[in-house]
């Protein structure tokens, strides 16, 4: 039997292995390959650069922390930002991958705003408590963290999930209603994760102050997915939340301006900092390039 390419979500199996009534999906596995990845370059990075060892070992326990809490700031953020009513009534199934009558039914929702909440608090905190620059550890991570996002939003392909509106382009895709819809996973994949790390790539060669990759990481993500937005269907116990935008994109605009907050901070901190001569320097690039 032949199949189409908008057929070729319901040739996957989103779960990768399983054992009885545990089940391994391709989006938890996913999520862990993409983190354990920024973990490893990360601390390549620090290594490479063979900074003092005291140092590092604070810096592989601040990411582990991190790490940690961006898991329960992720879903935490889903319970509060995208179906309390439900969480409310079932509370049990916050952090319990069993129903109230003990199937096991695995934990689903993460938000990647309440994850970079959560990780967000357990950096300023762990730097503050041990004296550590903020900025210097935050612009090594925001440079590898579209890694985690690329494989992220793949995990949420193959586990046909979050998906895009009704479309009709030759590329849609069905995910299980019948309906062609913009595979949006695969455009979030592209947008931020590969291109965000090439801005970021390309910013870091050229930026000297502390704390301007984090803020180009905000502000970029923050646009990029207010964008593609766009393309996802929103979440349907929420719906569109404000003159047809989406949760996911208010959340946008909101990290895009605490982005841009972080650049007025920095120009204020530093003099030599110049948001002017930084964009003039890209644009003179991009001319250059083409």
């Known amino acids: 039997m032949d199949f189409g390419m908008e057929e070729i979500p319901l040739l996957i199996n989103p779960i990768f292995f399983s054992l009885g009534f545990l089940e391994i999906r391709w989006y938890s596995l996913m999520y862990f390959v993409g983190f354990g990845l920024v973990l490893f370059f990360v601390l390549r990075g620090y290594k490479k650069q063979r900074e003092d060892k005291v140092f590092l070992k604070d810096r592989e326990n601040i990411l582990f922390w991190m790490f940690l809490f961006g898991l329960v700031g992720g879903r935490l953020g889903y319970v509060f930002f995208y179906d309390l009513s439900f969480f409310t009534l079932h509370p049990q199934r916050i952090f319990s991958p069993f129903d109230s009558e003990g199937a096991y039914v695995g934990i689903s929702g993460m938000s990647f705003y309440g994850g970079v909440t959560g990780a967000s608090l357990a950096l300023l905190f762990l730097c503050w408590k041990k004296n550590i620059s903020v900025w210097k550890i935050s612009d090594r991570i925001v440079l590898y963290l579209p890694i985690a996002l690329f494989f992220g939003r793949i995990g949420n392909f193959l586990n046909g999930e979050l998906y895009g509106r009704k479309t009709d382009i030759f590329w849609g895709m ?4 019948g309906i062609l ?9 592209f947008f931020e994760g590969i291109l965000l790390y090439f801005v970021l790539f390309f910013a870091k060669k050229r930026i000297e102050s502390k704390g301007v990759l984090t803020a180009i990481f905000f502000i970029g993500y923050g646009t990029l997915r207010f964008f593609v937005e766009f393309f996802r269907q929103p979440d349907v116990q929420i719906g569109y939340v404000f ?4 949760l996911g994109q ?3 605009i909101i990290m895009g301006v605490i982005g841009f907050l972080f650049l007025f901070f920095l120009k204020k901190k530093e003099r030599n900092f110049s948001l002017k001569t930084l964009i003039k320097k890209a644009l003179d690039r991009v001319r250059k390039s083409c």
């Open 181 to 189: 819809r913009h595979p949006s996973q695969l455009y979030e994949a």
């Open 243 to 246: 003159y047809g935008l989406s």
């Open 174 to 177: 069905d995910f299980g209603d």
């Open 250 to 252: 208010i959340l946008s």
